[in-house]
């Protein structure tokens, strides 16, 4: 059945063929005609339900990323899911994150985008603005957001719509492994109150009194920015869209890391490129006092590390204006405009968000969960390390300031530039402060065009 | 005969050859060694990690393990929605289309490209190796859009029919080269003996080709093995994946990803490659040399 | 170079003659036609492939190549614009250093090696099968999402390499995979370590040489020296054009192991930022499409050019044995 053995090209088949090709050359040759591809699609479609005996039946594809264990969970949410609706069946599509923005995009281009889809912050303001995703206030009978919590709500919110909800929150801290702290003989550090220059103090004290590195330097993640401007008042991106910083702002945040990794507190520049994820990170091989991690990577730091760890707020969190910290929604469930069945699509994120038996089976692996009612229920069937992110978000979150917007149209770029730049600037090929201004630059162009 | 004479006084002459440069054989052997250790570092690093917990990988980079985890096998075979059987079913029923599919296709057009004179033959042939110097990316959406149409997402079909429409045009080069080196004069007889081009291409050209078919089927089977991207965009149902997609599963770039088991099955997947190369290049070694010329 | 890429004049009668008597012009008639026909049919397959299969996309990368495709809005006609655009896009130029260097470092240390234990081994070494397969096995990995992690173990700040090295001495090394001015010399031996491709269709070249030219020319009192040249290397002549083209277009187009290894970044500051990659990254990444397109049709204009030349010059240096 899945391979017939005719493959003889029949004169229907060739026809198909050349009338696909029209419509591709005619899809590309129209100018401004939105509507070519979206038909397409439609006609495609179209055939599927002509198949279909029942009209009742209703398919569903849900795509995600990830590793073997979240592809294992949530067959398991769906298959509960189905069991309660027999009429809807979920198709998973699934593969590693890389990946799956490739498959995305190809499939969104074709037409045949999953009706329901993860989506990420880095790629959602592009899907959003493209007409790609489904405002989910066009579904509000079905999909209920009233237990969600605000701060991740608003990560979802793009031009008035809302196109994506939060499955979940974790927050970007540092992550300090405590048995290389004890063989240092150094106290762990208040982290209510410890400031940048008491966090470079203590890179140093470890280096310098034991085998170990005092810190992993980590220049290129644009949440380590983004709290850093946050402190003093400032933002990544403004409401508007365009970047919210100055370039000393940045110049001072690359400063810090340079200056541990020129006196040898932290790797060189050649061992930082080594680093591959968590699994191979300072942190969890017990070579390093501490390193900067989202909360929900505390898991795969603490399979790996014999040492126990321990998550620490943001150095400065009291020093200047304003706590830089934030929660970010992990990722998020949105609709796809393409769908046919936006009703049905809409059962099931409200399933996967509302659900206690689907977030007792999720845990906090799609981060902790967004809805406030489900996060506390499910608080006493965590794992240690899960039960630790729990308790250290509960004990941030009354200290948080306002979350950050939504990232702007073409911040899909941003992460790739930021990571170029700072590795020219950790090589010494070009200075923190020139680095800086290069970034905004280049980063503006980006998310203005 | 003049054959046999002749026979006997080269093997007298290899004999006396061999016997005087053992030495030298040895040193050979001895490169060749050192060379291939040099080579297979990296793949007996794997082989070992294989067996190591997944925590110790890292911990510990040698070559030996110190505590031996063969569970990397099991849990690596069952760590999936489907057993890695499943994967490596479906892996072989697209390799196999495809080899099938590119011997017969591209050994025709070989043959008309290497053999026969017809109008507008520098033009295709022009055509067919510009055909293969587009990177991939910028004509994966119009094939996705075509086999979209066609209703072909999530079958075999769009990984095996262009195989036998000759679509990896590489092959297709490389016999032209193998043919165009066979002295024309074996086919010039048979067409004396009025063979006709279809006797003359399955009764003499391809047998003679065998070096340059199993060479062909050997890279078609790694290249199809191998292959990512067209898998991931073509096969988005998980019971359809091969096994590069499942071999992805494991990997978590963001998180923890199952090394052990990674590597295990990488190394298992390397099996039916090796495999088939090891049977495949038995059939480097036939050819002219040993068919001979009538 | 040897004046004719053809054996030796034989004593032995079963030895082919060196010079083919003309064959008889045939008249454009009948038999061409027929001839004309024959050939179709054979091509038949690769017409329909051509037709059905390959010049929709590409057509449609074409035309695309004139627009602001984003992949997910319909295109708009932009004329020239991203073909104006690369003028000025100095990431690009960078990559084209980057691939530039890397085509013409290792596909010439690729073949080479390749050719030279192809050669060695078909002298009839013992355990020859053996060999073969253990050179091959690296290529068999492809592109492999264990190579990023066995490559940093090599070339990696306490990686083999360095350790090797260490043991002779050196001190203070470079971690060379994670290094801006030596990553793409990693990137260069990863692709070299891959020799066993062509080194197998260097081996099927090797075989299917006709022994009786070597045993005709044995008998003649050719040295070794002499019948590797007059006969191995002139009846190799094709398969090495044909590696040549392969490796040459298939190093334009790498991909896979940069991404890999730089982790899809082309990092550490764009020094391994080949140009498929960049492209790839605008496509995909920046939702560039129509510009991803344009630079893939300008990849394909550089590779034809090269590939073109090495035809014309392969009328100098190669030897068909139909000639």
């Known amino acids: 059945m899945r391979l017939q053995r005719n493959r003889r090209i029949t004169p229907v088949r060739l026809a198909t063929a050349s009338a696909a090709l029209a419509l591709i050359l005619s899809a590309c040759g129209d100018d401004g005609d939105d509507e070519s591809t979206d038909d397409a699609a439609q006609q495609a479609a179209g055939d599927d339900d002509g198949d279909d005996s029942d009209p009742e039946e209703v398919e569903l594809r849900f795509s995600w990323w990830g590793s073997d264990s979240r592809h294992e969970e949530t067959q398991e949410i769906i298959d509960l899911f189905e069991e309660e609706h027999p009429h809807i069946s979920i198709v998973p599509d699934f593969t590693d994150w890389g990946s799956y923005w490739d498959r995305l995009a190809t499939s969104t281009a074709g037409g045949d985008a999953p009706d329901i889809m993860t989506q990420e912050e880095r790629y959602m303001t592009d899907y959003a603005l493209r007409d790609q995703l489904l405002d989910l206030n066009e579904v509000s009978d079905v999909l209920d957001l009233s237990e969600i919590d605000e701060l991740a709500l608003g990560g979802g919110e793009i031009d008035g719509g809302l196109y994506a909800v939060a499955t979940g929150v974790n927050a970007f801290t540092v992550v300090a492994n405590t048995q290389v702290f004890d063989d240092a003989g150094v106290d762990l550090p208040d982290d209510t109150a410890w400031t940048w220059d008491d966090f470079y103090d203590i890179v140093g004290e470890i280096a310098e009194n034991s085998d170990a590195y005092g810190l992993q330097p980590e220049g290129s993640n644009e949440a380590g920015l983004k709290v850093y401007a946050r402190q003093r008042g400032e933002a990544l991106y403004d409401a508007d869209g365009s970047f919210g910083f100055s370039p000393q702002t940045l110049a001072g945040f690359w400063q810090g890391l340079l200056d541990a990794v020129e006196a040898g507190h932290a790797p060189d520049a050649t061992e930082v490129m080594e680093f591959e994820g968590p699994d191979t990170s300072l942190v969890a091989t017990d070579d390093g006092a501490m390193g900067f991690w989202w909360t929900n990577q505390l898991g795969a730091l603490d399979g790996v590390a014999e040492g126990e760890l321990e998550l620490l707020r943001m150095p400065g969190e009291f020093e200047h204006q304003q706590p830089g910290m934030y929660l970010k929604p992990a990722m998020f469930y949105s609709i796809s405009s393409q769908t046919e069945h936006p009703e049905e699509a809409a059962m099931f994120v409200d399933f996967l968000l509302n659900d206690v038996r689907a977030a007792e089976i999720m845990l906090t692996d799609r981060g902790l969960p967004a809805n406030l009612r489900v996060r506390d229920e499910i608080s006493t069937l965590l794992p240690e390390t899960e039960k630790q992110v729990s308790d250290f978000m509960a004990e941030i979150a009354p200290d948080l300031a306002d979350p950050p917007p939504p990232p702007p149209h073409g911040a899909g770029e941003i992460p790739d530039i930021l990571t170029r730049i700072w590795e020219e600037v950790l090589f010494e090929q070009v200075s923190p402060d020139d680095g800086a201004q290069q970034f905004i630059d280049e980063g503006s162009a980006a998310i203005g065009g | ?294 | 170079m040897p004046s004719t890429g053809r054996a030796p004049t034989a004593v032995n009668e079963h030895a082919p003659p060196t010079h083919r008597p003309p064959r008889p012009r045939r008249k454009k008639s009948m038999l061409q036609r027929r001839e004309n026909r024959a050939a179709y049919l054979f091509l038949a397959p690769w017409f329909v492939g051509l037709a059905v299969v390959t010049i929709g996309p590409i057509t449609a990368s074409l035309v695309l190549s004139f627009t602001d495709y984003s992949l997910l809005e319909s295109p708009n006609w932009v004329g020239t614009e991203n073909y104006e655009r690369m003028l000025g896009d100095s990431r690009l130029h960078n990559s084209l250093i980057v691939t530039f260097v890397y085509v013409f470092v290792s596909v010439p240390l690729q073949l080479a090696l390749a050719l030279a234990l192809a050669l060695v081994l078909d002298r009839g070494v013992r355990g020859l099968p053996i060999y073969r397969s253990v050179y091959y096995l690296p290529s068999l990995l492809g592109g492999s999402v264990a190579i990023a992690i066995l490559w940093r173990l090599v070339f990696g700040t306490d990686g083999l390499i360095n350790q090797v090295l260490g043991m002779f001495g050196f001190e203070d090394l470079p971690g060379w995979v994670g290094h801006p001015d030596y990553a793409l010399g990693t990137l260069i031996v990863l692709n070299v370590w891959t020799f066993g491709s062509p080194m197998v269709i260097f081996l099927a070249g090797l075989r299917q040489i006709p022994t009786m030219y070597y045993e005709a020319a044995a008998v003649d009192g050719a040295g070794p020296l002499k019948r590797f040249f007059s006969i191995t290397i002139p009846l190799l002549t094709p398969i090495i054009f044909f590696n040549l083209i392969l490796q040459l277009i298939n190093a334009f187009q790498t991909f896979s192991q940069a991404f890999i290894v730089s982790g899809g970044t082309g990092g550490p500051a764009d020094s391994t930022m080949f140009y498929t990659l960049y492209l790839y990254l605008r496509g995909f990444s920046a939702f560039d499409m129509g510009y991803a397109s344009a630079l893939a049709w300008f990849l394909l204009l550089i590779i034809a050019g090269l590939t073109a030349v090495n035809f014309i010059a392969s009328k100098y240096w190669v030897h068909y044995g139909d000639d």
């Open chain 2, 1 to 294: 005969m003049a054959t046999t004479d002749l026979t006997a006084q080269i093997a007298a002459r290899r004999k006396e050859r061999q016997r005087r440069s053992r030495p030298r054989r040895i040193l050979i052997h001895l490169g060749l060694i050192s060379f291939g250790l040099v080579m297979l570092y990296p793949l007996l690093w794997m082989l070992a990690s294989s067996f190591k917990p997944t925590e110790v990988i890292f911990r510990e980079p040698g070559l030996l393990p110190s505590a031996l985890a063969p569970g990397n096998y099991v849990e690596g075979w069952n760590a999936l929605r489907n057993p890695f059987h499943h994967y490596i079913i479906n892996s072989t029923i697209v390799v196999a289309g495809s080899v099938v599919g590119n011997l017969l296709a591209c050994s025709m057009a070989a043959y008309a490209f290497a053999r026969l004179t017809f109008f507008g033959k520098r033009t295709f042939f022009a055509i067919m190796l510009g055909s293969i110097m587009l990177p991939i990316h910028v004509v994966i959406v119009p094939q996705y859009i075509l086999f979209s149409s066609l209703d072909w997402i999530n079958t075999f079909y769009p990984l095996i029919v262009p195989k036998f429409l000759a679509v990896d045009a590489f092959f297709i080069f490389l016999m032209v080269q193998f043919i165009r080196g066979l002295p024309r004069e074996l086919d010039d007889s048979a067409r004396i003996d009025g063979c006709g081009h279809f006797r003359i291409y399955w009764k003499i050209i391809m047998p003679l080709c065998t070096p340059a078919l199993a060479t062909t089927a050997i890279f078609t089977f790694i290249w199809t093995w191998n292959d990512f991207f067209s898998q991931l965009v073509f096969l988005t149902d998980p019971d359809m994946a091969t096994v590069p997609l499942a071999l992805r599963q494991f990997v978590d770039s963001q998180g923890q990803t199952s090394w052990g088991p990674l590597f295990a099955m990488s190394v298992i997947a390397l099996g039916p490659v090796f495999g088939f190369f090891l049977a495949g290049q038995r059939y480097l070694v036939r050819g002219i040399a040993t068919t001979g010329i009538k």
